[in-house]
């Protein structure tokens, strides 16, 4: 039976068992976040340069295409160690290179990812939308559009955690299934919300414990300027410890290695725990091989 506590543990099973993956992974990105601090640098310099300038002197945007080169070598990156994680859960076998690939299976995982995502951006879209002028409707009629607005806001994000739990699982199928699956993801997870919830919501909270550790070891000293966005000299000073962060030393290189290996335990912890999942609900009887089941 497929519960909170059955993928917990499994996930956690999983990390035991791929100790030497876990570190390729953390290597990796300790060598994406050292190219990360050279291209954004300039980003954070250019911020800095645009704040110390006097008000009417119109400077220029701080660059914005390392910034976009950046974000998309995340997304390739994410990708291939996301695929890397599920192959690493349905396909044990397939344990050379640290189960790393790059090929189809890794595209198709992408094209699944960027489907789900334009997805659910168009479908927020919408309901903003709908909310508004439902909004709009009710505090032309009789008031009372503040509390509306609460309740919008908190209908999208009970329908956002929804859909995110019901199509979790579409990432691993994809792979198991090696073409980009959405509906039977959206099948598999049917009368299984609750306990999935339940699993990815204590997944999470280690995360936020994790990613918490990593802001504090890197920001710490400006958090409390990040909480000022409007007072320029707080953004100066938050820029400027942006740009501390990214300048290659000895107290930074220790730091992305710690932050790295981090991030690689909260990479395995969050694929694996969809993983295992996808695993326990495709293989309930326990007798039939995962690649199987869609023959």
Same mark, same amino acid.
């Given at each position: 039976?497929?519960?909170?506590?059955?993928?917990?543990?499994?996930?956690f099973?999983?990390?035991?068992?791929?100790?030497?993956?876990?570190?390729?992974?953390?290597?990796?990105?300790?060598?994406?976040?050292?190219?990360?601090?050279?291209?954004?640098r300039?980003?954070?310099?250019?911020?800095?340069?645009?704040?110390?300038?006097?008000?009417?002197?119109?400077?220029?945007?701080?660059?914005?295409?390392?910034?976009?080169?950046?974000?998309?070598l995340?997304?390739?990156?994410?990708?291939?160690?996301?695929?890397?994680?599920?192959?690493?859960?349905?396909?044990p +076998?397939?344990?050379?290179?640290?189960?790393?690939?790059?090929? *189809?299976? +890794?595209?198709?995982?992408?094209?699944?990812?960027?489907?789900?995502?334009?997805?659910?951006?168009?479908? *927020?879209?919408?309901?903003?939308?709908?909310?508004?002028?439902?909004?709009?409707?009710?505090?032309?009629?009789?008031?009372?559009?503040?509390?509306?607005?609460?309740?919008?806001?908190?209908?999208?994000?009970?329908?956002?955690?929804?859909?995110?739990?019901?199509?979790?699982?579409?990432?691993?199928? @994809?792979?198991?299934?090696?073409?980009?699956?959405?509906?039977?993801?959206?099948?598999? @997870?049917?009368?299984?919300?609750?306990?999935?919830?339940?699993?990815?919501?204590?997944?999470?909270?280690?995360?936020?414990?994790?990613?918490?550790?990593?802001?504090?070891i890197?920001?710490?000293?400006?958090?409390?300027?990040?909480?000022?966005? @409007?007072?320029?000299?707080?953004?100066?000073?938050?820029?400027?410890?942006?740009?501390?962060?990214?300048?290659?030393?000895?107290?930074?290189?220790?730091?992305?290695?710690?932050?790295?290996?981090?991030?690689?335990?909260?990479?395995?912890?969050?694929?694996?725990?969809?993983?295992?999942? @996808?695993?326990?609900?495709?293989?309930r009887?326990?007798?039939?091989?995962?690649? +199987?089941?869609? +023959?």
């Amino acid at each position: 039976m497929v519960t909170v506590g059955s993928i917990l543990s499994g996930t956690f099973r999983f990390i035991g068992n791929n100790i030497r993956a876990l570190l390729v992974w953390s290597a990796i990105l300790f060598l994406f976040s050292l190219v990360m601090m050279a291209m954004m640098r300039p980003f954070y310099e250019a911020q800095i340069a645009m704040l110390q300038q006097q008000a009417g002197t119109g400077p220029a945007l701080p660059p914005m295409g390392a910034f976009l080169l950046a974000m998309l070598l995340g997304v390739v990156v994410f990708v291939v160690l996301a695929a890397a994680a599920f192959r690493a859960v349905l396909f044990p +076998e397939q344990s050379r290179f640290a189960y790393l690939r790059l090929g *189809m299976d +890794e595209l198709r995982l992408l094209g699944c990812v960027l489907i789900l995502l334009v997805g659910f951006y168009l479908l *927020m879209v919408v309901a903003a939308i709908a909310g508004a002028m439902m909004m709009a409707l009710v505090a032309s009629s009789r008031g009372g559009s503040a509390i509306f607005l609460l309740l919008v806001g908190a209908a999208m994000i009970v329908l956002g955690v929804w859909l995110a739990t019901r199509l979790a699982l579409a990432g691993p199928m @994809t792979i198991l299934r090696r073409k980009i699956v959405i509906g039977p993801a959206w099948r598999l @997870t049917r009368g299984h919300f609750w306990q999935l919830l339940g699993a990815y919501i204590a997944i999470m909270l280690i995360l936020f414990v994790a990613y918490a550790g990593i802001f504090l070891i890197r920001m710490g000293p400006a958090m409390t300027d990040m909480f000022h966005p @409007t007072d320029q000299a707080a953004a100066l000073r938050v820029a400027t410890a942006q740009v501390s962060a990214y300048t290659l030393s000895l107290k930074t290189i220790v730091v992305v290695l710690v932050t790295s290996l981090i991030m690689g335990f909260a990479h395995a912890l969050y694929a694996g725990s969809v993983a295992v999942a @996808t695993a326990q609900l495709l293989d309930r009887g326990g007798g039939q091989r995962l690649s +199987e089941v869609f +023959e």
